[in-house]
């Protein structure tokens, strides 16, 4: 009678509230901001990638509305009354706002519970991101998920035709018509069997004949039977199935090197943190398997784990070449150039034993730099001293050395410029 | 003990004047015979199919008829667990306007769910014609089987009789009018920016339930009409004419003063959205399509808002009835049975103390003026002198349409619901240091329980009452809205914040005052007008 239908909604309009979403992420975006500073100072670099909880006061949420508040009179009906007569009187409960259960003021109450919600992993990157001030391009480098590579994964029932596989179909087909064709089959030869035999025996007589007749007729149904049976059917397809993996180009190796001399306070670490995490999230990107190596240094280089890296200080003086020797000793020791991509990052305050410079900077030009792809250098304070100086001209004549001065996170972005500008143009 | 009120007598009438002409047919008086028993129930795997949710709904569909329910066509779509958040977020809408609260609202509800803490509701269902109701993928057939009968043949009946409903509500536009207010919304945010949308709208939404009519408007009068009506005013005019009047001497101060005491608006307005819309200075053109756009879907929902019991009541009501008529005609199988049988028990489950279950009450309140018509006692008979005895199908017929959640309790709730229910109430004066416990469900109390009761569903005690009561045109063209306190009730605090949004809407400055009985101005807000 009626038009009535069923319709299945389930595979359109997913995530409809998406927008919805990005509204409300908009509005809370300090919030959230500072939430994800703090998720950056609590994860170590290698653990950037994944979501984080956010918390929200819940007063910063109300969407205020005009209400009743506590006071008045107010009459309330409940059920389950089991020992109350007319004209009993209940004491109040005491300091809490809510009149016998009252309809709207325990909604609104003193609850400061937070509002808790998980940002996803792209939100958390978004965010810090932002943060960094990072181009649109190298964030796009950034998110792009490594190149994949499609490689064979057996056979599937379905597929285009381009994917066909004839032998695996043709075998199939074969299987199943000897199997659909057993029977008749065996019948036959029996039937065939018993013509020879009745052909030996005398034909004149008619209960023989009728016997032969009957075998006969049966044996073209069988053959017809056999015959029918189709002989590639839908169900034989075999298709080659492949499945894109994601392909890494190979190994890599980073090295993180940070001056911990008593200079270098907690808000300069952080600083140099962050740049460290930009460039271990780009290399993540491309290297299939990255290790990290983290060389701390004052007057004498020591390598040590994230923890000790980011959150131990000591006092003394500075001499940045011990450091470099140490890095270039790894190197020599445990990842050859040959097998490893190297990478080099370096974070100071600039202070350095001024003797100690020159000697920095001939390291880098004549051992490290030509074992490394890309090496960079932020400067995490203002004050230009001969390290500075030292490294400039080096940063002249090699396009692969970066350095920059950053005292605000997003100017540690364009350290990574040329690298990522290379990325981006190849990609 | 019964008063004169009590003996009101409701009539479950079915001349055509009661229903005003607006119903298509009268309600069947007794149900509809069975065509044919089944040969065998119909299958009852676990597990639905589009198939079996067919087979399911015609069987349902057949027994609803044979009720004489008078439902619009339905429409069922099947959805995930994720799309029925993004439904909840949304007010249940299938499409709405972006907003950020509908994010939070989401956020939320995932959070719950995820969490266990919460269980789906196991249907939404919209009222719009045709009437989409929403199957959750995760739900057994049997589940299905309830969300149809629940939702398709209960709230949509309700949807298309209910006086409310057909007084607010145009079902076969609605999707259409939410379709516009979404384009429209985007569209302003691409203009004018996502934070002013935003703020326009939030403000709107801190109004929305100051922003309905709760009667209608007089139709606008033709010109003939007008011209007609003056024609006459001026003929009375000229009979009551009387020469001596026009030779008194004049006294002007009393005309200066009365000038100056003349108000805008003439009468106190209470849909605060309509008069903003309206008379707002400074509101741009899109911002009044906004807030008009917030308050049609205010009045949308008002029906709603007011009907939490019948309208819960009577889809649980008439799931029951159908499921069980269903098994009754060998429809069903005895797993089916008990399966929906569990999830119907913990609908209507109410706990002691806690605040009432609509579904429960409802659903009680439906099934016992059943058992008044088919089986009445003296007592019903002395209470409900009119229906007692009656046929229950129009009775139940008539309670669904003329009424709201009010005074439907007001009209039907029985004495042997109360004690069934041992309801009873607890009076919370503020002067008092203990609570008063001022009626229980005995022969004394039936009437002020059954009023206390019904005043709790009553929308204008529920909300305070704030109404547009003056604007200083001469002046600073300040806004004057007024709380006219009910039983000393005071505002929330947070009406200091909600005075910040009508002025945003405003433009200029605005003022909020509590007025007790007593007529006493007891407490002042204000803010200043918004910077331009």
Redesign the interface.
């Known amino acids: 009678m ?9 595979l359109s ?5 998406i ?9 809370y975006r300090d919030q959230i901001r500072e939430a994800v500073r703090r998720a950056v100072d609590k994860r170590g670099i290698r653990d950037m990638e994944r979501g984080e909880e956010v918390h929200i006061p819940k007063r910063d ?22 020992e ?9 409960p005491q300091g809490g706002g809510q ?7 325990s909604d ?1 109450g003193e609850g400061e519970d937070d ?4 940002l996803s992993k792209e939100e958390f990157m978004q965010v810090f991101f932002e943060d960094l001030a990072l181009p649109n391009l190298a964030r796009t480098t950034l998110a792009e998920t490594p190149e994949y590579k499609t490689v064979r994964a057996g056979y599937v029932t379905d597929g285009t035709p381009t994917n066909l596989h004839v032998v695996r179909s043709m075998r199939g087909a074969l299987g199943r018509r000897i199997a659909l064709g057993m029977e008749k089959r065996r019948e036959l030869h029996e039937l065939e069997a018993r013509l020879e035999t009745l052909r030996l025996e005398d034909a004149t007589k008619p209960d023989v004949k009728a016997l032969l007749a009957e075998t006969e007729a049966r044996i073209v149904l069988l053959r017809q039977r056999i015959a029918a049976i189709p002989f590639l059917d839908p169900i034989d397809l075999r298709f080659r199935n492949r499945v894109k993996v994601p392909q890494p180009t190979t190994r890599a190796v980073m090295f993180c090197l940070m001056d911990v001399s008593g200079s270098m306070d907690e808000s300069r670490k952080d600083l140099a943190k962050r740049f460290f995490i930009l460039l271990y999230l780009f290399l993540t990107k491309h290297y299939e398997k990255i290790d990290v190596v983290f060389i701390r240094h004052h007057t004498q280089a020591q390598e040590v784990d994230e923890q000790n890296f980011f959150h131990a200080t000591e006092t003394g003086g500075t001499v940045v070449s011990s450091a470099l020797v140490l890095m270039e000793e790894i190197i020599r020791a445990r990842y050859p150039a040959s097998e490893w991509n190297i990478y080099g990052a370096q974070a100071s305050d600039g202070d350095n034993w001024h003797h100690d410079s020159g000697r920095c900077r001939e390291l880098l030009a004549d051992k490290i730099l030509p074992l490394c792809r890309y090496y960079a250098y932020v400067q995490v304070a203002e004050a230009e001293q001969n390290l500075w100086e030292e490294y400039a001209r080096l940063a002249e004549e090699t396009p692969h050395f970066a350095m920059r001065k950053a005292v605000e996170v997003s100017q540690i972005y364009p350290v990574f410029r040329d690298l990522f500008k290379k990325e981006g143009v190849s990609a | 003990m019964s008063t004169i009120e009590n003996r009101r007598v409701v009539s479950a009438g079915s001349t055509e004047a009661e229903y005003g002409g607006r119903r298509s047919k009268a309600p069947l008086l007794r149900m509809k015979p069975l065509e044919r028993r089944p040969e065998q129930p119909l299958p009852s795997p676990s597990d639905w199919t589009f198939e079996l949710i067919e087979q399911y709904h015609d069987v349902i569909r057949k027994t609803a008829e044979r009720y004489g329910l008078d439902t619009y066509a339905n429409q069922l779509e099947v959805i995930t667990a994720e799309q029925m958040m993004d439904a909840y977020a949304s007010v249940g809408m299938p499409v709405n306007y972006r907003h950020w609260s509908y994010g939070k609202e989401f956020i939320a509800t995932e959070r719950n769910y995820k969490r266990g803490q919460m269980g789906l509701a196991y249907e939404i269902v919209i009222n719009s014609d045709p009437c989409i109701a929403y199957l959750m993928e995760e739900n057994t057939l049997a589940m299905q089987a309830l969300v149809i009968a629940h939702a398709c043949y209960g709230h949509n009946s309700f949807f298309k009789n209910n006086y409310l409903f057909r007084m607010w509500t145009d079902a076969s536009s609605i999707i259409d009018y939410l379709v516009y207010a979404k384009n429209y919304v985007a569209d302003c945010e691409q203009r004018y920016g996502l934070d002013t949308v935003e703020a326009t709208l939030d403000s709107c939404h801190a109004l929305m339930n100051h922003g309905v009519d709760r009667y209608r408007r007089p139709a606008k009068l033709s010109l003939a009409q007008e011209q007609a009506m003056r024609k006459e005013r001026e003929a009375y005019a000229q009979q009551q004419v009387n020469d001596m009047w026009r030779t008194l001497p004049r006294r002007q101060e009393d005309e200066a003063k009365a000038e100056e005491k003349r108000r805008f608006p003439d009468e106190p307005q209470e849909n605060l959205l309509y008069f903003i819309e309206k008379n707002a200075p400074l509101l741009e053109p899109w911002q009044r399509e906004i807030v008009r756009i917030v308050r049609k879907i205010a009045q949308y929902f008002y029906p709603q808002r007011q009907t939490q019991v019948m309208n819960e009541g009577w889809a649980t009501f008439w799931h029951h009835r159908l499921l069980n008529t269903m098994y009754d005609d060998g429809y069903l199988s005895d797993g089916m049975m008990i399966e929906w049988l569990k999830s119907h028990t913990n609908v209507v489950s109410q706990p002691s103390l806690a605040q009432i279950n609509p579904y429960a009450l409802g659903f009680a309140m439906y099934t016992d003026l059943k058992r008044i018509c088919e089986a009445p006692t003296p007592e019903d008979r002395e209470w409900f002198p009119g229906i007692a005895g009656s046929d229950w199908l129009p009775t139940l017929d008539h309670a669904m349409r003329n009424f709201k959640d009010e005074s439907f309790i007001a009209q039907y709730l029985s004495p042997k619901l109360m004690r069934d229910f041992r309801f009873f109430s607890i009076l919370d004066d503020e002067r008092q240091s203990e609570y008063e416990i001022s009626a229980i469900h005995d022969e004394a109390g039936y009437q002020h329980v059954r009023q206390a009761l019904s005043r709790q569903y009553d929308l204008s005690t529920r909300e305070p009452n704030i109404q547009v009561w003056n604007v200083n045109l001469r002046g600073d063209r300040s806004l004057t809205l007024r709380h006219t306190q009910h039983l000393d009730r005071p505002l929330h605090d947070e009406a200091q914040e909600v005075l910040k949004h009508v002025a945003r809407l405003w433009g200029f400055g605005v003022q909020l005052e509590s007025v007790n009985a007593r007529g006493d101005v007891t407490r002042r807000w204000s803010v200043p007008a918004p910077q331009h």
Not at chain 1, 13 to 17: A, D, L
Not at chain 1, 86 to 92: F, H, I, L, Q
């Open positions: 009626t038009l009535q239908q069923i319709i299945d909604r389930r309009g997913k995530n409809k509230s927008g919805n979403r990005e509204r409300f992420l908009r509005r949420l109300n969407e205020p509305v005009f209400s009743h508040g506590d006071g008045g009179t107010r009459e309330v009906v409940r059920p389950g009354n089991t109350h007569i007319k004209g009993d009187r209940v004491p109040k009149g016998g259960g009252g309809s709207q003021a609104s509002f808790v919600f998980h």
